[in-house]
């Protein structure tokens, strides 16, 4: 029996291991996996079989379970010696069971079935052995005598079979991308092509899909071997793990008769150091704890036994390793993944091995490799598949065509998007969804498509369209939007504990108008919603997920980014404050964390997933809080909890002590180190905040005593106040300014800064000269409390922005108000723009452009000189510069997206003024021109 990648039927599997698992008389025996006939129903069978049906239950269970398969080619599969003879037996054992009609087992119940047949295909059954087929159609039709003999039976089929007794399980249709399929065959099996093939494309363009597909077709073959395959599961996610890894290569040369012995590595001292600092010098060390680890596969082990194979000349058979979101993994900073990118970035060493890596990833990676970009790639395939599924749900074939094209248009090559419009119309009328679908606009990112399908999944609900709803729409958007908390979703009982917590902020601490939880725990993913939820195979241990990480991008997304455009699609807005993002980002710290004294303590085994996200959820909160109107106590509140993070360091010794590469949730230095860089990189938030320190005499800290040079790299003990000399001069390097979306440069200018003594206003002046590159003009009276900064954004008059101007010089001078405290007061200084350190472009006083215009010269087709083209890295700076044209020249120029239509001089033409068509092209990999084209009218172009 062969065993496919799992990544495709994650949730299925989910819901067969669950019906499975119900004792006697409390589900159905008869399952009806309902669809089209597809290798994804023999994929759920084969795992079943494998991971449950083969096994013995428990310990306290030691019965193995009786199982047989009839395929759909006809051939018997069993765990006895004779498959055909086993399967008889089984239908015989409920056909002899003295049960009777209504004789049912009690509902509370704890006896399991030990028994079950498996039918690939109901129709192969009918036309291949149509008596079996009437023995089991009499059989699924009396559950009672089937719960009596202990017997279940799972059953492919296009609709469901005895409905009464039994209950259906819809398996999705999986297009089998053929042509990209034969592509990767093709590599795979070409020694003297790259060792490396990357296949790129956007978040839900079907790369999981498409290299699971890949692995299970490869291993089939017999002239090479696939030894390692990790893919992106949102049920049973696992890490990248050396041992695993070298584990499979040694299975795949045991399988061509090779054996290098055990995969170990050389002997490795372990030991438990406690080092103090102050001052950067180490005052003292003490050993705790010495270990002798056993040795463990590592990837040396890997690089000698592959060695070893070519001096044998054994090495003609191709090895092939499998990674799925190698973005992903990169990010992550673990430790095996650098072992694999050190494998990786040696491509002479594969080819010599003879080994092929097939990774997938949304960006390029830096190590060679050969690509298979999916963008673009992916119209006839959508149309295909959309086709396939329509006319399976009785579309007529024409109207299916016609919804195929408009689903090719409106999905803009992403499968996922097709995919979910295809499952909308599946849950209503087809025809009727039609009239819809005509009115929908194009996507142009998977996340743009789920913000539109949850808000109409959501309005369904609330308009009691969804007849199996069970839910109401609050205690779904609540649910999905804490699920898209995290990256790893949430246990049952995190779950619990956030949805019940109050959040510590006046504004929004009112219970939200939603159900108990028990209610919803009960009844979620029961209604529409449940497409979007991947649950857990144990809801005691594993965790509820979303379908996609696009679906939490949509989720989580806000109107505006800080300094940002408006999304393409409006963000999803809560009816209440009370179940926004912010509400439940502070639940979540309030209930899994210590930080508000009532969650649990940071435990890195119960506590695993808030060690690893803590952070992440204060960036969250505060990059949200940073919006187009920023909110002063959320971003206050972010500042505590960071101080509270970092002033005692249990979390980050928690995080670092129990790094356990191979669990599922990766904590370690790593994870801190990211977090606060991007707290560090987050736009207009002052990491100078938090009070990171605390004096020894246990007062509060001043909060300007803050440490805002260079920290010390070294560990300094819980509570003692280390100061660390401010540097003497400035910022070096590239050159910083301060603006006025700067939240404490906007509090100076605006006139809010207040400190209680001069000295307090002082330092505070000098902290903010030291924070940005300083200012070359020095006014002639400029006294001993005054500086001079360039400030982006401040005091502009319009007349100065259509000069060029982007900011003005501000004098800062500390000052006393009328109620004795002190502030820091800005004053505009009139500096000509020659002397200023930005300026944008004067406005033009001419209504056209000449064709040297500095944009202009770097088109292509600029007639005047052929044009120098310019190369953009991306689309998005290439639509920038006709963003700027368009405000240079807004009455002579329409504005589209990728296109400029504009009125261009030229004196050695006549007319001397004539349109122009400016468009963007792509040119090459991930580069962009723009081109020109006249665009006379007919008649214009026949005189020319």
């Not at 079950?116 to 008596?131: F, K, T, Y």
């Not at 073959?221 to 990790?230: K, M, N, Q």
């Not at 007349?799 to 001078?813: H, K």
Request: aromatic share 6%.
């Amino acid at each position: 029996m062969h065993s496919l990648p799992a990544t495709l039927t994650s949730a299925e599997r989910v819901k067969l291991n669950r019906w499975w698992n119900q004792p006697i008389g409390q589900v159905r025996p008869v399952l009806a996996l309902t669809g089209p006939p597809c290798a994804e129903k023999t994929q759920i069978l084969d795992d079943f079989a494998l991971s449950v049906v083969t096994m013995n239950r428990t310990v306290a269970e030691p019965a193995r379970v009786q199982w047989a398969r009839l395929s759909a080619d006809g051939s018997f599969a069993s765990s006895a010696e004779d498959p055909a003879a086993a399967f008889d037996g089984l239908l015989a054992t409920a056909e002899e069971s003295a049960g009777a009609p209504g004789r049912r087992m009690p509902q509370d119940s704890a006896v399991r079935s030990v028994r079950i047949v498996l039918v690939d295909d109901d129709e192969q059954l009918g036309a291949q052995r149509p008596d079996l087929a009437i023995r089991l159609l009499r059989l699924v039709a009396d559950p009672d005598r089937l719960d009596q003999a202990g017997l279940r039976v799972v059953v492919g089929c296009r609709t469901a079979v005895a409905p009464a007794a039994s209950q259906s399980m819809a398996v999705p249709y999986i297009h089998a991308r053929n042509d990209l399929l034969d592509r990767i065959g093709a590599w795979a099996g070409d020694p003297r092509d790259e060792p490396v093939l990357l296949v790129r494309g956007r978040p839900g363009t079907g790369k999981t899909r498409l290299l699971a597909e890949a692995a299970r077709r490869l291993d089939r073959r017999t002239d090479l071997r696939v030894a390692y395959t990790l893919l992106r599961d949102a049920t049973r996610p696992r890490p990248l793990g050396v041992p695993e890894l070298v584990a499979g290569f040694a299975r795949a040369f045991a399988q061509d008769g090779l054996s290098f012995g055990d995969a170990r590595s050389d002997p490795v001292l372990l030991a438990n150091v406690q080092v103090g600092t102050a001052h950067h010098k180490v005052v003292g060390i003490q050993v705790n704890e010495v270990s002798l680890p056993p040795s463990s596969a590592t990837m040396a082990v890997l690089r000698a036994q592959l060695e070893q194979r070519v001096a044998a000349g054994r090495a003609e058979t191709p090895l092939l390793l499998v990674v799925d979101g190698i973005n992903e993994l990169a990010e992550t900073g673990s430790a095996d993944f650098a072992e694999l990118r050190n494998l990786l970035i040696a491509p002479d060493e594969l080819m010599r091995w003879n080994v092929k890596v097939l990774l997938s990833g949304h960006d390029a990676v830096d190590v060679p490799t050969a690509t298979l970009d999916l963008d673009g790639e992916d119209k006839a395939d959508i149309h295909s598949y959309a086709v396939t599924r329509l006319t399976y749900n009785g579309v007529p074939e024409q109207t299916a065509d016609l919804l195929a094209d408009r689903l090719v248009e409106l999905s803009n090559g992403l499968f996922i998007v097709a995919s979910g419009y295809l499952d909308e119309i599946e849950s209503v009328d087809p025809l009727a969804m039609a009239g819809w679908l005509s009115t929908a606009t194009p996507v142009t990112a998977a996340a743009d498509y789920f913000v539109a399908a949850v808000r109409r999944l959501l309005d369904g609900i609330e308009a009691g369209q969804a007849a199996a709803a069970s839910t109401t729409r609050i205690d779904v958007e609540r649910f999905l939007r804490i699920l898209a908390l995290t990256r790893q979703g949430m246990t049952s009982a995190e779950l619990a504990a956030v949805w019940q917590a109050t959040p510590n902020l006046s504004r929004i601490s009112a219970r939200p108008p939603c159900s108990s939880w028990e209610h919803v725990s009960a009844t979620i993913g029961e209604g529409p919603e449940r497409r979007y939820i991947v649950p857990p195979e144990d809801p005691a241990t594993d965790r509820f997920r979303l379908l996609h990480p696009t679906l939490r991008e949509a989720l989580l997304r806000y109107p505006r980014r800080p300094g940002g455009a408006k999304p393409t699609v409006p963000a999803l807005q809560p009816p209440y404050e009370a179940i926004g993002l912010t509400a439940e980002r502070l639940r979540f710290l309030t209930a899994l964390t210590p930080l508000y004294g009532q969650g649990p303590g940071w435990d890195p085994t119960t506590g695993r997933l808030a060690l690893a996200e803590t952070l992440s959820v204060v960036h969250d909160l505060a990059e949200q809080a940073l919006d187009d109107s920023p909110d002063e106590a959320v971003i206050a509140e972010c500042h505590r909890l960071l101080g509270l993070l970092f002033e005692d360091w249990e979390w980050i010794e928690t995080c670092v002590r129990h790094a356990r590469e191979h669990d599922p949730i990766t904590l370690g230095l790593g994870v801190v180190i990211d977090g606060l860089g991007r707290l560090v990189r987050l736009a207009n938030f002052d990491t100078d905040q938090p009070i990171l320190w605390r004096h020894t005499s246990g007062s509060a800290a001043d909060p300007d005593d803050i440490d805002a040079g260079p920290r010390s790299s070294g560990f300094v003990s819980p509570g003692a106040h280390v100061p660390t000399p401010r540097p003497t001069t400035g910022r070096t390097g590239r050159p910083f300014y301060a603006s006025v979306e700067m939240a404490r440069v906007a509090e100076v200018v605006n006139g809010y800064e207040r400190r209680a003594t001069r000295e307090e206003a002082q330092r505070r002046l000098a902290e903010l000269a030291m924070d940005f590159t300083p200012s070359r003009i020095v006014p002639p009276d400029m006294g001993p409390d005054e500086r001079v900064l360039w400030i982006r954004g401040y005091s502009l008059h319009p007349r100065e922005v259509g000069n060029g101007y982007l900011g003005n010089y501000a004098r800062l001078s500390v000052r006393q108000l009328a109620d004795g405290s002190w502030t820091i007061a800005a004053e505009k200084l009139a500096v000509d723009l020659a002397r200023h350190p930005q300026k944008g472009r004067r406005a033009q006083a001419q209504a056209h452009p000449n064709w040297h215009h500095p944009i202009l010269v770097r088109v292509k087709g600029n007639p005047r000189d052929g044009g120098r083209p310019q190369r953009y890295a991306s689309y998005a700076q290439a639509q920038a510069e006709l963003v700027q044209l368009k405000r240079e020249y807004p009455t002579t120029s329409i504005l589209n997206d990728g296109l400029l239509f504009l009125m261009v001089y030229d004196r050695r033409q006549q007319p001397v003024v004539r349109k122009f068509r400016l468009e963007i092209q792509a040119a090459g990999e991930k580069s962009y021109v723009i081109a020109a084209y006249p665009n006379d009218r007919p008649e214009e172009a026949s005189s020319r």
